[in-house]
Each structure stands twice: as C-alpha cells, then as structure tokens.
C-alpha cells in the first residue's frame, strides 16, 4: 500500500490555483486561531480592559509586516524556509527546521488539549475521550484519498464558523465599542509582553510558515505571482485579525459589565456570561473548531519542515504527519497538565523562534538574489521586514527577562 501525499499538482487551473491560494490563507489563519489564541485573548482582555485593543492593532501590523516577507520570499524563490535557511547558511535550515518541530509538537499537545475542552463544553464528554476523538478526525483527514482538497475546504469551513459564531456573541455582549476604539490608539495601559505573547501567538514558530509552505505545495511559486501571493498573505492575517478583535469585544462586553471569570477556564465563564447556556456550548464549537484546524496546520506545516531532507520522508509524509498527531495525542493523555497554561507557554516559545527564521529569510533578500531567481526584492519591503525582525528580537529579549511572570 503506497501512502497518499498532499496535492501537489504540477501546473494548476485557475479554479484550483484559486483554491489553493484560499487554502493557504485559511492555513495560516486557523492556525494561528488556536485554544491558545482564544485562552491569551480572553486572559489578557479581562486584564487590560478596552486598552489591549492597543496591543491588537501594534500585533496586527507586525505579523502583517512579518507575513508580507515571508510568503513573498518562500513564494518567489519555490523553496521552502528550511531549504533557504541551509543555501544562505549551511546548517541554519536544520536548526530552523528542529526548532520548527518543536515548536510545533509544544502547540500541537496544547491543540489536542483544546480540542478536549471544545467536546467537553459543547457535548460534556471526559477531556481524554474528547482528546482521542478528535486526534482521530484529523488522522482520518490525512488518510483521505486527496488529503490536500479535504485539509483546504475544511480550515475554510471551519475558520467561517468560528468567526460567524463570535460575531454573535460579540453581539448579545454588547460591548463598550466607543472606549475600545479610543483605546486602540490611546491606551490607557501598554503591556509589552502581552504584544509579544500575541505576536508569537500569530506569526510565531511554525505558524509563520503554514500558509507559505502550503502555497509550494500547490505549485503557485514564482515572481509572477506576487500579487496574489502579497493578497493572500494580508488577507490571512485581516481573517485572524478579524477573529480576535471579535473575541476581544465578546470578551469586553462580559468584563466591562464587573464580571469576574473563571480561573479554571476564563473563556467558557465569558461566554457563558454573554449568552448563558447557550453560550457554554457555542464556546465548546468554537474552541473545538479552533483547536482541530490547530491540530491539522501544525502537523502539517511541521513535516513540511523535514520533507526537503530525505526522500523517504517525502515518500511516507501523510504517515509522518498521522505518527505526528499521534504522539501529540499520547503526551496529552499521559501528562494530563492544564490546557491554559501550556498554550501561553507555547505561545511564547514561538514568539523567541521568531527572529532566527525570519532574519535568515530576511538576508535571502537582501544578499542572495540568486537564490530568487534574480528577482530584485523592494526595498520597502526590506525596510518593512527589517523594522519588523528589530521588533521581533527586541520583544523576544524583553519576554526572556519576564518569562517566570508569564508562566505565573
């Protein structure tokens, strides 16, 4: 029995060429979207208030400013970040691959422990069933006979859901709209680590990479198509944007009124404030639909990261990334620790990974035009992605120094 790789067609229709594209986007979205995503955002919104709308928009133009470089980069050149890292310096594209896996195992037991708390709210199953349950979804996905096709329709189906479902309880929340606004750009509190926490969040470790490595995978490489790459990749982050600041409102609405939430799991207690029973088990397919497209993007955006270095990989990657899932799911079920705290852990271990990809990726267009085709990279995007790495290693340091405070 040969095992069934990811699509990869060699020159796509237009339909298809769509398809991946919106497939690509919506990778990137949903996996930054994550149970961690929604624990960091509902944590930090009961702690600032109307002002971690500030720390909304600064990480919203960062990770625009990171993905802008990185897809373009990886999409011009056809190579994936790895297979870059090693041409511009021997051994860079191992060390960004082995902290990518890592990274990415950290974030996927987290996911399968979301998944668990999605099934437990919305159905009352034991979060080891919900876990097991859910780890076998998304092996049967990579099982399936066009594994490429099912993972792209179903992050896209799935990322829609959760936003319609949360801009219904942003709704019924009712929400100080007008100081969140204000806010936005006034703050009343800054909060450097919460902005590092969202940015390694969104744009951190493997999730850098998922939409880009995708879009390689669908043959759409090539500077003739940078527009779509360029739209693609704001369009990914604008759709997660678009998620938290949902989120943030539904979360704002229930605080702002003097709620106090639920240390045990503050988003289910939110939503539960907002819309009552209901609420609980809205909470549950938002979660369960955030942490299984969690699931699915980092188990694969992770394998992608080994492909390039043996063909045996390449030959049994849908096997690899089932075996990748696997494992997620053992170590959940053996450590059994508390979903919130490991999510925000990894979260910010993504955030301190950040700058050595994208500064490798980064130099690949500065210095080694060759390896883009002799495509000749603009120089506001250099700008941009410069500015964006200086933050980046700049957050990262000031998240190393208070590293103990986030893990309290």
């Not at 069934?4 to 060429?17: I, M, N, Q």
Request: no cysteine; proline share 4%; charged share 10%.
């Amino acid at each position: 029995m040969t095992d069934r790789t990811l699509d990869k067609p060699p020159a796509p229709s237009a339909p298809s060429r769509r398809g991946a594209l919106l497939g690509a986007m919506f990778l990137m979205a949903t996996s930054a979207i994550g149970p961690g995503f929604i624990t960091q955002t509902t944590v930090f919104t009961a702690k600032l208030g109307a002002a971690f709308a500030f720390a909304i928009l600064v990480s919203v133009l960062v990770d625009i400013a990171i993905q802008l470089n990185v897809w373009r980069i990886v999409g011009v050149s056809g190579m994936r970040a790895q297979e870059l890292g090693n041409r511009v310096l021997p051994g860079a594209g191992y060390a960004l691959a082995a902290l990518d896996v890592f990274g990415g195992l950290v974030f996927n037991i987290g996911n399968i422990a979301g998944t668990a708390l999605g099934l437990n709210a919305l159905l009352g199953l034991d979060v080891k069933i919900g876990g097991g349950i859910s780890a076998l979804v998304a092996i049967a996905i990579f099982l399936s006979r066009r594994a490429g096709v099912a993972m792209d329709r179903i992050v896209v189906l799935l990322g829609a859901v959760m936003i319609l479902l949360t801009l219904y309880v942003a709704f019924v929340s009712d929400p100080p709209l007008g100081d969140a606004l204000r806010q936005s750009v006034a703050p009343e509190t800054v909060d450097f680590l919460v902005i590092t926490t969202l940015i390694g969040g969104t744009v951190g470790g493997y999730i850098t990479y998922a939409g880009a490595h995708r879009m390689i995978e669908s043959g759409l490489t090539g500077p003739e198509h940078v527009r779509q790459i360029n739209r693609s990749a704001v369009t990914g982050i604008l759709v997660t944007a678009v998620m938290r600041v949902l989120l943030f409102l539904a979360v704002l609405g229930v605080v702002a009124g003097g709620v106090t939430l639920a240390k045990d799991n503050p988003p289910s207690s939110a939503f539960e404030h907002a819309a009552g029973e209901a609420g609980v088990r809205l909470f549950g397919l938002i979660m369960w639909s955030a942490a299984i497209t969690s699931v699915i993007g980092a188990s694969y955006t992770s394998v992608s990261f080994l492909v390039s270095f043996s063909s045996f990989v390449e030959k049994y990657r849908n096997r690899l990334v089932v075996a990748f899932i696997l494992v997620s799911a053992v170590i959940y079920l053996i450590i059994g620790t508390t979903p919130a705290k490991l999510l925000v852990l990894a979260g910010a271990l993504n955030g301190m990974i950040l700058p050595f990809g994208l500064g490798v990726l980064m130099w690949a267009a500065a210095r080694r035009r060759d390896l883009l085709g002799g495509y000749r990279y603009p120089a506001w995007m250099l700008v941009l992605g410069g500015v964006a790495w200086v933050m980046s290693l700049y957050l990262s340091w000031d998240l190393l120094t208070e590293l103990d405070q986030l893990w309290r």
